[in-house]
């Protein structure tokens, strides 16, 4: 469940995470697709007209050792769960020249009889720490059916939580970072977000410099096939949600023959540039927040406007909230002394974004800082975006998503003035979020690592039936791009959700879920065209 707001690293695409809003929010936002030919992890695959290419069927001897490994697993974390440890090659090109070591957790498939095989799981991100999700979410929370035929199994991706996490700033550090103002309003302020992205940036190289090159995208869809491997599987079993799609894709693209069931849910389109990308996700916040204010204006609570308010006045309405708090921040409480300033109140709002079932809280939040100067209910909502805990440590979320992000893609903007040349197209975009978005987006103009990859289609021909699901109001991946990805795939089914929040299995569809479930455990993939509300 995650992108990014204050968006001080606009994130993937986002994400599923833990327990609905709170995990909800785990999702999105600058989003990037990487492009490395399958021969090497980070050399590009060209325009967005060039696929990439399938790896040769056969595993290269040099890579034998890691693809017969035994994994040896221990008990841990909730009942039922056991982890280990999974050794890939640093570098896909030079497997001599060191190892890293991958967190994998799995919960075996509670029915009798013999199970389909396993069921790998990534919530998005990138960054997201799918061995979490698969402990406090999935592993629990999917349908019974579903686990009782599967072995669930998660890994963390090369950087993220706990598979050699890339670090960049310590809390308090961080905590300045998703303060800086993101619309800037003369020269002083924008030096000091220009100074803020470097500082963030060049404290990953510091901390981060043997890992930095190898956390493509491409790299990470690799080690999953090297687990399937292990597991025993001869073909992948697979949901994926918002970057996590992505992953799958490339799954498939670079091992169609092994690409068994695979859910791309809440889909990402590899085949448009990082400017795109950002753009197309304003948009896609802006429609949310629409859906957002017209459900509030006709509730009594709602700070924004009454009954007879558009949306475009209930956002007027807020975009002045968001430059008083730039003047005047207002109190929260916090311990450490942070009050809501504009940066952070909005990442609240857009945190809210991803899931319906935040807007009640929004309202409250929103209500309590507009009109009782108390900044508290925003300010838990953006810690929870960025997964910051009570005791001020942030989890990796943000740097590992700047690392495979600033990767995968070239950036969007290079400089300040690219970003004020945009300026006008991103405000159209969203009268709310555009002006922040525009100039979250150019946080990977300084990168200490070249970009790898570029942005080109999918098409995995020869893969078993794909399912695609796309939620035609989705605020992180606009549901163009589940049309899209569905198109590039050679075999792939678009499953529509009409509605509102970001991805859309488990989430109160009985269509959607019975559809996804049916095509997880009897391999039918839904009838073409199919759609549910």
Same mark, same amino acid.
């Given at each position: 469940?995650?992108?990014r707001?204050?968006?001080?690293?606009t994130?993937?695409a986002?994400?599923?995470?833990?327990?609905?809003?709170?995990?909800?929010?785990?999702?999105?936002?600058?989003?990037?697709?990487?492009?490395?030919?399958?021969?090497s992890?980070t050399?590009?695959?060209?325009?967005?007209?060039?696929?990439?290419?399938?790896l040769?069927?056969?595993?290269?001897?040099?890579?034998?050792?890691?693809?017969?490994?035994?994994?040896?697993?221990?008990?841990?974390?909730?009942?039922?769960?056991?982890?280990?440890?999974?050794?890939?090659?640093?570098?896909?090109?030079?497997?001599?020249?060191?190892?890293?070591r991958?967190?994998?957790?799995r919960?075996?498939?509670?029915?009798?009889?013999?199970?389909?095989?396993?069921?790998?799981?990534?919530?998005?991100?990138?960054?997201?720490?799918?061995?979490?999700?698969?402990?406090?979410?999935?592993?629990?929370?999917?349908?019974?059916?579903?686990?009782?035929?599967?072995?669930?199994?998660?890994?963390?991706?090369?950087?993220?939580?706990?598979?050699?996490?890339?670090?960049?700033?310590?809390?308090?550090?961080?905590?300045?970072?998703?303060?800086?103002?993101?619309t800037?309003?003369?020269?002083?302020?924008?030096?000091?977000?220009?100074?803020?992205?470097?500082?963030?940036?060049?404290?990953?190289?510091?901390?981060?410099?043997?890992?930095?090159?190898?956390?493509?995208?491409?790299?990470?869809?690799?080690?999953?096939?090297?687990?399937?491997?292990?597991?025993?599987?001869?073909?992948?079993?697979?949901?994926?949600?918002?970057?996590?799609?992505?992953?799958?894709?490339?799954?498939?693209?670079?091992?169609?023959?092994?690409?068994? /069931?695979?859910? $791309?849910?809440? =889909? +990402?389109?590899?085949?448009?540039? !990082?400017?795109? %990308?950002? @753009?197309?996700? *304003?948009?896609?916040?802006?429609?949310?927040?629409?859906?957002?204010?017209?459900?509030?204006?006709?509730?009594?609570?709602?700070?924004?406007?009454?009954?007879?308010?558009?949306?475009?006045?209930?956002?007027?309405?807020?975009?002045?909230?968001?430059?008083?708090?730039?003047?005047?921040?207002?109190?929260?409480?916090?311990?450490?002394?942070?009050?809501?300033?504009e940066?952070?109140?909005?990442?609240?709002?857009?945190?809210?974004?991803?899931?319906?079932?935040?807007?009640?809280?929004? /309202?409250e939040? $929103?209500?309590? =800082? +507009?009109?009782?100067?108390?900044? !508290?209910?925003? %300010?838990? @909502?953006?810690? *929870?975006?960025?997964?910051?805990?009570?005791?001020?440590?942030?989890?990796?979320?943000?740097?590992?998503?700047?690392?495979?992000?600033?990767l995968?893609?070239?950036?969007?903007?290079?400089?300040?003035?690219?970003?004020?040349?945009?300026?006008?197209?991103?405000?159209?975009?969203?009268?709310?979020?555009?002006?922040?978005?525009?100039?979250?987006?150019?946080?990977?103009?300084?990168?200490?690592?070249?970009?790898?990859?570029?942005?080109?289609?999918?098409e995995?021909k020869?893969?078993?039936?794909?399912?695609?699901?796309?939620?035609?109001?989705?605020?992180?991946?606009?549901?163009?791009?589940?049309?899209s990805?569905?198109?590039?795939?050679?075999?792939?089914?678009?499953?529509?959700?009409?509605?509102?929040?970001?991805?859309?299995?488990?989430?109160?569809?009985?269509?959607?879920?019975?559809?996804?479930?049916t095509?997880l455990?009897?391999?039918?993939?839904?009838?073409?065209?199919?759609?549910?509300?």
């Open positions: 469940m995650h992108t707001p204050s968006l001080r690293r994130r993937g986002c994400s599923r995470a833990t327990a609905r809003l709170t995990a909800t929010v785990l999702a999105a936002a600058a989003l990037l697709v990487s492009a490395c030919s399958p021969g992890s050399t590009s695959a060209g325009t967005a007209d060039a696929a990439l290419a399938a040769p069927r056969a595993t290269p001897s040099e890579l034998s050792s890691y693809y017969t490994q035994r994994l040896r697993w221990r008990s841990c974390g909730a009942s039922g769960f056991q982890c280990a440890t999974m050794k890939a090659p640093l570098d896909y090109d030079k497997p001599g020249a060191g190892d890293v991958l967190a994998v957790t919960k075996k498939a509670t029915g009798k009889g013999r199970p389909i095989g396993s069921l790998l799981v990534n919530p998005g991100g990138p960054g997201g720490s799918a061995v979490a999700y698969l402990q406090s979410y999935a592993g629990v929370g999917y349908p019974a059916d579903v686990r009782a035929r599967y072995d669930m199994v998660a890994m963390d991706p090369r950087g993220v939580a706990r598979s050699e996490p890339v670090e960049c700033l310590d809390g308090r550090q961080m905590d300045a970072y998703t303060q800086t103002d993101l800037p309003d003369d020269q002083r302020e924008q030096d000091a977000l220009v100074a803020a992205d470097k500082t963030f940036d060049e404290s990953c190289g510091a901390h981060s410099a043997r890992l930095l090159r190898h956390v493509s995208t491409v790299e990470a869809a690799r080690d999953m096939d090297i687990l399937r491997a292990v597991l025993g599987d001869p073909k992948l079993n697979y949901v994926g949600a918002s970057y996590g799609t992505f992953l799958g894709a490339t799954y498939a693209g670079l091992f169609p023959d092994r690409a068994g /069931r695979l859910v $791309l849910d809440g =889909a +990402m389109d590899p085949s448009v540039d !990082a400017r795109t %990308l950002n @753009l197309d996700q *304003t948009t896609g916040f802006e429609t949310a927040f629409q859906a957002f204010a017209k459900d509030c204006v006709r509730r009594s609570d709602c700070p924004l406007g009454g009954k007879g308010t558009t949306p475009a006045q209930a956002g007027a309405t807020l975009k002045a909230f968001f430059r008083k708090l730039n003047a005047h921040p207002v109190p929260t409480g916090d311990a450490d002394g942070r009050k809501l300033g940066a952070l109140a909005t990442t609240g709002v857009i945190a809210a974004m991803y899931d319906q079932a935040g807007w009640e809280q929004l /309202r939040a $929103l209500t309590s =800082a +507009m009109k009782e100067n108390d900044g !508290a209910g925003l %300010l838990a @909502l953006s810690d *929870t975006y960025y997964e910051r805990d009570a005791d001020g440590h942030y989890s990796n979320l943000m740097m590992a998503n700047a690392a495979v992000n600033c995968d893609l070239p950036p969007a903007f290079t400089g300040p003035d690219q970003v004020k040349q945009a300026l006008p197209a991103f405000e159209k975009a969203s009268p709310v979020f555009g002006d922040a978005l525009a100039w979250a987006a150019l946080s990977c103009a300084y990168w200490p690592v070249k970009a790898a990859g570029a942005a080109h289609r999918i995995a020869g893969a078993a039936p794909i399912v695609v699901v796309g939620t035609t109001r989705d605020p992180a991946t606009p549901y163009h791009w589940a049309q990805l569905s198109r590039q795939l050679s075999s792939a089914r678009l499953l529509t959700f009409g509605g509102d929040g970001h991805t859309a299995y488990g989430r109160g569809s009985t269509c959607i879920d019975t559809a996804i479930n095509y455990l009897d391999g039918t993939p839904p009838a073409a065209g199919k759609r549910c509300s």
